[in-house]
Structures are given as structure tokens and as C-alpha cells.
């Protein structure tokens, strides 16, 4: 090896070796130091959906689509929607000890900063990715995200079609509303003749009616039979739950049930409470007992409302029993025999006919508008619900069970890229020393 080959090597080994220790040190503390993230990711289905003709899709894969529905997905609106649902304006103010909750632009900006919206490759796919430190945060995240924009998208479909038949009826409803204003009173008239006729038969145990009052009748007992079968059945699947399951059920099914769904929200909302108190204080400490006795009495509280549910549906079980029992007895008693009716009270006849009149009329101007039963039902349909974008939840997010930060393959390639450096800088070391020279080359005899 050349001397100038050696004084070149002589300058790498430092330089290697610097570079190698530091990153296997970058690595090291990438690995040990950077706080875990986890990553969940709910994935939603988008297409262009014909409602006429048969919900056929107007076009599999549209590569400008998915694209635009990201931006509206990752939206502003669509943002605050789920910041509202997931509550996070008073998580993240606990997490961050803030003393009051935080403002909507802040935790969207935060939260902006912690989301990925993006289609899946050449599909109609849209993946909602959310990540956070609490991983059962990340999915909550990542649905509510998801929830929102399907939601979104269909109130903007209702909207547009309830635009456009407004738009049609205040073209083309007035008659249809002077029709119906005629058939009403109509209708008035012959409910008074009706009772007026039916009066000198009060004394008669067997109860007279006209043919269509009679049918009226029957299909309300058959109204009156389903909604009987209905509330038993969902008497005996309540009966047969166990307690927690009618717990986490009940506040689903009884939507109009205020006490309950908020007994419910205020239980899991202490649950948050009582995990961030066992973290943040130790369940030794005083906020761990006072969070575990709010629990204690909301999970009471919510026993004795579900007890109060479930008495109401027994309730609503026997009033639907005794409803049903009375109008089969009032069947019992009936009959269709209206000749003595229309021969005592030909004005009532009469008034009937002028009734039907009215409604054949509605019918042929209905189908003037464009009902199903014309040719032109289509046209007349697609006029009012238009082609528009369908919004799917396909896959919620569920909670991760691994961190996504920090990257493990990431941070040994980072270190072994330096340990690589390290012995690289030693070989180099070693092949840039120089052996010592002998007595026999410089002339001199070796010392005794």
C-alpha cells in the first residue's frame, strides 16, 4: 500500500466512528425515549349510487371520486362533528390539565395533526386513520370521523331531494292542494252524516257499520294484534338477558328514553374518570376513592333506571293486551248490513258518492305527476332524487394492540447502520497501521 493510499485511509476511521456512534445512540433513543403511539384505521366505501333504477352504481371506480371525498372527509365540519361525539374538547383539557374544556378550533387543529384520510389504492375505498397515545382513543377517533362523514353525506342527499320536490310541488302542487282541501271537507261532511244516521240505532245491541268503517275496524285489530306480538316479544328477549347485557342494550333500543341513554353516557364518562384517576393519581389516592363512588352510584342509579324501563314495557305490554281484548269484543258485536242505512239517509249516500268522486280525482292527478303507475315515473323520480354519493362504513376501527410509534425496523436499521460504521471505522484503522522498523534496514547492530 502507497504512503498517499495510507494517509487517506488515516483520515476515515474518526469520522466513521462519530458517525456510527451517534446513530447507533439515535436509534437507541428513538426505541427507548420516543412516547407510543398507537395508529387505528376505520375504512369507508364511496360510490355514485342511481336511486331509481334499482340503486344500480353509475360507475364502479371513479379515480377523481374517492380524492374529492377525502378533502370532504378531513373537512372542517365533518371534523367538529366528530370532536362533539367523541368529546374530545374535555379529554384532551384532562389530559393536558387544562381547568376548562378546550375550544373547538383548538382540539380540531390538534386533531388535524393526528389523522390521515386517503383512498386505498386504485379503489373506492376511503381509509380514516387516527392516532393517538390511548389506543382505545385512536379507533374511537377513527369512527367517529367515519360516523360523521357517511352521516354527512346522507343529509346532503335528503336535503337535495327535499329542494327539489319543493321546488315541483310549488310548480305544479297547487291543485293538488285544492284537491286535497276539497276532500277534507268532504271527508267532515260525511263523518256528521254518518253520526247523525247511525243515532236511532244507539238502543241496538249489535253494533251497525258501513262497509268501509267495518274494514277500518279490522285493520286496526290487525295494527292492534302486531303491536301486541311485538311488545311480548321484546318483553321475553329482555326478560332473558342478563343484567349487564341489558345494560349496555337497553339505552340502543329506548332512543326516546333521556334518563336512561344520559344515566348511561354519565356512567361510562365516570369509568374515563376513574382510569384517568388510577393513572394519573394511584389507587390509593383520594380521587380514585371519590371517582370509584361516583361510579358505584351512577351504576346504581342506571339499575334502577333500566328497572323502570322494563316495568314500562310490562305496562306497555298489558295496555296493548287490553286494547286488543276490547275491540275483539266490539267485533264480536258488528255488522256490515248498511241497507237500512243508506235507504233511511240518502243525503249520507249521496255525500259518499261526492267523497269517492274527489278521491278518483286525486288519483288521476297523481298520476298526472308522475306516479310509479305511469310510464313516466322515471323521469318524474329522477327529477326529485338525483344521482348522489353513497357513504358506507365497511370496517370500523378497532383498537390496536401494537404501537405504530415507535417504528421498531426502523430504529434497528438506524442502529445497525451504525454498529456497520463502528467495525468499519476499526478495519480501517487497522489496515492504516504501519509496521516498525527493523535494526537490520536503518544499519545498526541489535544491542546484546
Not at 389530559?95 to 395533526?113: M, Q, V
Not at 267532515?188 to 252524516?193: A, D, I, N, S, T
Not at 347485557?245 to 339505552?251: S, T
Request: glycine fraction near 4%; charged fraction near 25%.
Amino acid at each position: 500500500m502507497s504512503v498517499l493510499s495510507v494517509k487517506k485511509l488515516k483520515q476515515w476511521p474518526l469520522p466513521l466512528l462519530g458517525c456510527g456512534l451517534m446513530l447507533v445512540s439515535t436509534g437507541l433513543a428513538y426505541l427507548l425515549l420516543t412516547p407510543p403511539a398507537f395508529r387505528a384505521r376505520a375504512a369507508v366505501r364511496v360510490e355514485k349510487r342511481d336511486w331509481v333504477h334499482t340503486n344500480s352504481i353509475v360507475n364502479p371506480y371513479d379515480p377523481e371520486l374517492a380524492p374529492a371525498q377525502c378533502q370532504i372527509a378531513a373537512s372542517d365540519p365533518i371534523l367538529d362533528q366528530a370532536i362533539a361525539d367523541a368529546n374530545l374538547n374535555a379529554r384532551w383539557a384532562r389530559r393536558y390539565n387544562h381547568d376548562t374544556p378546550l375550544k373547538t378550533p383548538e382540539t380540531r387543529s390538534l386533531l388535524k395533526s393526528l389523522i390521515h384520510v386517503h383512498p386505498l389504492g386504485e379503489s373506492m375505498i376511503i381509509a380514516i386513520e387516527a392516532t393517538s397515545e390511548d389506543r382505545m382513543e385512536s379507533a374511537a377517533i377513527a369512527n367517529a370521523i367515519a360516523r360523521a362523514y357517511c352521516g354527512f353525506e346522507r343529509a346532503a342527499h335528503e336535503q337535495l331531494v327535499r329542494a327539489r320536490t319543493t321546488d315541483l310541488l310549488s310548480r305544479e302542487g297547487g291543485e293538488w292542494n285544492s284537491l286535497g282541501g276539497k276532500i277534507k271537507t268532504a271527508e267532515e261532511r260525511v263523518y256528521q252524516l254518518y253520526l247523525g244516521a247511525m243515532k236511532y240505532r244507539a238502543t241496538n245491541q249489535v253494533q251497525i257499520y258501513d262497509p268501509a268503517s267495518y274494514q277500518r275496524l279490522q285493520a286496526r285489530r290487525i295494527d292492534l294484534g302486531t303491536e301486541f306480538v311485538r311488545q311480548r316479544d321484546l318483553c321475553r328477549r329482555l326478560g332473558a338477558m342478563s343484567h349487564d347485557e341489558l345494560a349496555d342494550l337497553l339505552p340502543i333500543i329506548e332512543t326516546n328514553n333521556p334518563a336512561l341513554t344520559g344515566a348511561q353516557k354519565q356512567l361510562l364518562k365516570a369509568r374515563d374518570d376513574l382510569r384517568d384517576a388510577a393513572r394519573d393519581h394511584g389507587a390509593n389516592s383520594q380521587e380514585f376513592r371519590a371517582a370509584a363512588q361516583a361510579v358505584a352510584g351512577l351504576g346504581k342509579y342506571l339499575d334502577q333506571t333500566v328497572a323502570g324501563t322494563l316495568a314500562n314495557h310490562e305496562r306497555n305490554l298489558a295496555e296493548a293486551k287490553a286494547a286488543l281484548d276490547d275491540l275483539e269484543d266490539k267485533l264480536k258485536n258488528a255488522s256490515t248490513n248498511t241497507t237500512a242505512l243508506t235507504l233511511a239517509d240518502s243525503e249520507y249516500a249521496k255525500a259518499r258518492q261526492d267523497l269517492e268522486k274527489l278521491r278518483r280525482q286525486r288519483e288521476l292527478l297523481e298520476d298526472d305527476l308522475g306516479s310509479p303507475k305511469t310510464g313516466a315515473a322515471d323521469q318524474y323520480l329522477s327529477s326529485i332524487v338525483p344521482v348522489s354519493v353513497v357513504a358506507e362504513l365497511v370496517d370500523e376501527a378497532t383498537p390496536p394492540l401494537r404501537p405504530a410509534i415507535p417504528n421498531p425496523l426502523a430504529g434497528f436499521v438506524v442502529i445497525w447502520t451504525g454498529v456497520v460504521a463502528v467495525l468499519a471505522s476499526l478495519v480501517t484503522r487497522l489496515l492504516c497501521r504501519q509496521p516498525k522498523p527493523s535494526s537490520a534496514t536503518n544499519g545498526t547492530a541489535p544491542k546484546p
